[in-house]
């Protein structure tokens, strides 16, 4: 016991760590299903160019212009963000606009299209070789006792908490915030409201975006600058599915879970028995139909009730 | 105020409204009855933007307003009480007024009309931390005129306020309507409750398949064989077998 403690509770928040991660890109396509009843199948490629444009920023201000190290990092940052938010509007008016009122398949055919289009441009420009992002705390480690902590996992948790937070008060307590959730509940009547609909679409739009870039910095010093990175994000999807699809508790939720899960699948299965050595990658869709066979609308879902 | 002109909606490939012209003077309560499915509510979502008119012009205030998005139209000064309530259900009462007002950027505004809403309906204060959705149904309908009182607006549309109400809160809701009537509003009122909503209008349209068929004040309509035979329940008595050409 006492052997296995330490390895546990380091694995516990490593998958944490992960789960923070699968929850932002599960909130974003929550919010934008919510919102606009699109499911964007391009939200693990959100977070894909998030992470390059990043990447590529902290290269400008850390080589090229000779900054500091943490100057560079939170400069690179606010750079990664307003590009997010420029790649939010085009998006929106690229997707959304066109196609909002056409057929579902349309739609899910144009997010997918996306998905495909970004991973072609990103390696094209930047080459089809893995990057190593630097990140900025190295490979450094808290020590709690007999137990390690890598300092990077503790601020992507610490920034998933801040985020969420951020949006849960700006959902829930701001004018617009509000006009958001009318607009996802009755899209016509918020209209009557005069509530600019259109604008709130973009603004859900601008949000994922946002939401995916920060997640994509995030994970890329976890793992490694990836074109193919953004199929993370279809691990996502069974995250917000598991939470309850359309839930935003049920996305964050969701994702934790699932981090956790994927996390101590690694450190114990496949580790101790290797005939089973990627189980880690199979373990999160055994959960899924296991949460799903005893209740099929996710943990936090709402069980649809139809009114005749 | 309001000034329909020739006005043509289509559903898809299906034409809803066949022209159809009306106006509405300021201060005015106008009535337009019909048959279901004969476009009442075609012609309030045209007036406000939620469906757009193929052909005609829609002027409000001296402004065209056909080809205007809804929320921009509300910012003009009208408001849509839409058929069936659409209050946000997930959202609390005082939220949904709030949203009511969301053009209202000034919060002694917001709070003063806020207070409005509450004393003419002081229900909605009862209930202020409920959810929308859990009120019973004349409660949202109380919500619906609310919330669309919040922007005290110049043209209010009001689409069957009066539907699956029971007759207590039928002839509470008309009496709301009589006073709201009273302080100036100019309302368009869209009704099945025909005698009832004839004796407040002072003017009605009558509709049939997307068309005007008849217009007048309710002394003029009430003479009309066709009025009282379709909706005022004076029509003479047929033999069903009749009716099946036997």
Redesign the interface.
Same mark, same amino acid.
């Given at each position: 016991m006492n052997e296995l403690f330490p390895g546990l509770a380091q694995e516990i928040v490593s998958g944490v760590a992960l789960g923070c991660i699968y929850a932002l890109i599960a909130l974003g396509f929550t919010l934008i299903f919510k919102a606009t009843e699109v499911v964007n199948f391009a939200q693990g490629e959100l977070m894909m160019v998030g992470a390059y444009v990043n990447f590529f920023f902290i290269t400008i201000f850390l080589d090229s212009l000779g900054f500091g190290n943490w100057p560079s990092f939170i400069l690179a940052l606010i750079a990664s963000i307003g590009f997010s938010v420029l790649f939010g509007v085009f998006l929106d008016f690229a997707i959304n606009k066109p196609l909002k009122d056409e057929p579902v398949f349309s739609m899910i055919m144009a997010t997918i299209s996306v998905a495909i289009i970004l991973r072609a441009v990103v390696a094209l420009i930047a080459g089809p070789i893995t990057l190593v992002p630097p990140s900025p705390f190295g490979n450094s480690v808290i020590r709690l006792g007999s137990v390690a902590i890598s300092t990077l996992d503790l601020f992507i948790i610490l920034s998933a908490v801040i985020l969420v937070s951020i949006f849960y008060i700006i959902f829930n307590k701001t004018r617009w915030g509000l006009a958001m959730q009318a607009t996802a509940e009755d899209p016509m009547a918020a209209g009557l409201m005069g509530i600019p609909v259109k604008k709130v679409y973009r603004n859900v739009w601008i949000f994922a975006t946002i939401v995916a870039t920060i997640g994509g910095v995030l994970l890329a010093p976890r793992t490694l600058l990836d074109t193919n990175m953004g199929f993370l994000g279809l691990k996502a999807f069974p995250a917000a599915v598991l939470g309850g699809f359309g839930s935003i508790p049920g996305a964050i939720v969701g994702g934790v879970i699932l981090g956790v899960v994927e996390t101590i699948s690694m450190g114990t299965l496949s580790f101790h028995f290797h005939w089973i050595k990627e189980i880690n990658d199979v373990i999160v869709w055994i959960v899924l139909i296991l949460v799903l066979m005893i209740r099929p609308v996710g943990i936090l879902g709402k069980e649809e009730v139809e009114r005749v | 105020m309001l000034k329909l002109i020739g006005v043509e909606t289509f559903y898809g490939k299906i034409k809803a409204l066949h022209g159809v012209s009306l106006e509405v003077l300021e201060g005015q309560l106008v009535c337009i009855l019909g048959a279901n499915g004969a476009g009442k509510s075609t012609i309030l979502k045209t007036v406000?933007?939620?469906a757009e008119a193929e052909y005609g012009s829609i002027e409000f205030d001296g402004q065209r307003i056909e080809r205007m /998005? @809804? /929320?921009d139209i =509300?910012?003009l000064g009208m408001? *849509?009480v !839409?058929e069936n309530r *659409? =209050? %946000? !259900? +997930? #959202?609390t009462v005082r +939220?949904n007024l709030?949203?009511?007002g %969301? #053009?209202i950027t000034n919060g002694t505004t917001f709070s003063s009309r806020l207070e409005e809403v509450y004393s003419r309906f002081p229900v909605l204060k009862e209930r202020d931390r409920q959810l929308a959705g859990t009120l019973s149904g004349g409660e949202q309908q109380m919500l619906a005129i609310g919330? @669309?009182l919040m #922007?005290k607006p110049k043209l209010l549309l009001l689409d069957e306020p009066s539907l699956g109400l029971s007759p207590i809160l039928v002839s509470e809701i008309f009496e709301t309507i009589k006073d709201l009537h009273r302080s100036g509003v100019t309302i368009l009122l869209v009704e099945q409750n025909v005698n009832q909503a004839l004796q407040i209008a002072d003017y009605g349209y009558v509709l049939t398949s997307g068309k005007i068929l008849l217009s007048g004040t309710y002394e003029e309509l009430k003479k009309e064989d066709r009025v009282k035979e379709m909706y005022l329940g004076e029509g003479k008595y047929v033999r069903r077998s009749r009716l099946w050409g036997t």
């Amino acid at each position: 016991m006492n052997e296995l403690f330490p390895g546990l509770a380091q694995e516990i928040v490593s998958g944490v760590a992960l789960g923070c991660i699968y929850a932002l890109i599960a909130l974003g396509f929550t919010l934008i299903f919510k919102a606009t009843e699109v499911v964007n199948f391009a939200q693990g490629e959100l977070m894909m160019v998030g992470a390059y444009v990043n990447f590529f920023f902290i290269t400008i201000f850390l080589d090229s212009l000779g900054f500091g190290n943490w100057p560079s990092f939170i400069l690179a940052l606010i750079a990664s963000i307003g590009f997010s938010v420029l790649f939010g509007v085009f998006l929106d008016f690229a997707i959304n606009k066109p196609l909002k009122d056409e057929p579902v398949f349309s739609m899910i055919m144009a997010t997918i299209s996306v998905a495909i289009i970004l991973r072609a441009v990103v390696a094209l420009i930047a080459g089809p070789i893995t990057l190593v992002p630097p990140s900025p705390f190295g490979n450094s480690v808290i020590r709690l006792g007999s137990v390690a902590i890598s300092t990077l996992d503790l601020f992507i948790i610490l920034s998933a908490v801040i985020l969420v937070s951020i949006f849960y008060i700006i959902f829930n307590k701001t004018r617009w915030g509000l006009a958001m959730q009318a607009t996802a509940e009755d899209p016509m009547a918020a209209g009557l409201m005069g509530i600019p609909v259109k604008k709130v679409y973009r603004n859900v739009w601008i949000f994922a975006t946002i939401v995916a870039t920060i997640g994509g910095v995030l994970l890329a010093p976890r793992t490694l600058l990836d074109t193919n990175m953004g199929f993370l994000g279809l691990k996502a999807f069974p995250a917000a599915v598991l939470g309850g699809f359309g839930s935003i508790p049920g996305a964050i939720v969701g994702g934790v879970i699932l981090g956790v899960v994927e996390t101590i699948s690694m450190g114990t299965l496949s580790f101790h028995f290797h005939w089973i050595k990627e189980i880690n990658d199979v373990i999160v869709w055994i959960v899924l139909i296991l949460v799903l066979m005893i209740r099929p609308v996710g943990i936090l879902g709402k069980e649809e009730v139809e009114r005749v | 105020m309001l000034k329909l002109i020739g006005v043509e909606t289509f559903y898809g490939k299906i034409k809803a409204l066949h022209g159809v012209s009306l106006e509405v003077l300021e201060g005015q309560l106008v009535c337009i009855l019909g048959a279901n499915g004969a476009g009442k509510s075609t012609i309030l979502k045209t007036v406000s933007g939620i469906a757009e008119a193929e052909y005609g012009s829609i002027e409000f205030d001296g402004q065209r307003i056909e080809r205007m /998005d @809804a /929320d921009d139209i =509300v910012r003009l000064g009208m408001s *849509h009480v !839409p058929e069936n309530r *659409h =209050v %946000f !259900p +997930e #959202l609390t009462v005082r +939220e949904n007024l709030q949203m009511g007002g %969301f #053009l209202i950027t000034n919060g002694t505004t917001f709070s003063s009309r806020l207070e409005e809403v509450y004393s003419r309906f002081p229900v909605l204060k009862e209930r202020d931390r409920q959810l929308a959705g859990t009120l019973s149904g004349g409660e949202q309908q109380m919500l619906a005129i609310g919330r @669309a009182l919040m #922007l005290k607006p110049k043209l209010l549309l009001l689409d069957e306020p009066s539907l699956g109400l029971s007759p207590i809160l039928v002839s509470e809701i008309f009496e709301t309507i009589k006073d709201l009537h009273r302080s100036g509003v100019t309302i368009l009122l869209v009704e099945q409750n025909v005698n009832q909503a004839l004796q407040i209008a002072d003017y009605g349209y009558v509709l049939t398949s997307g068309k005007i068929l008849l217009s007048g004040t309710y002394e003029e309509l009430k003479k009309e064989d066709r009025v009282k035979e379709m909706y005022l329940g004076e029509g003479k008595y047929v033999r069903r077998s009749r009716l099946w050409g036997t």
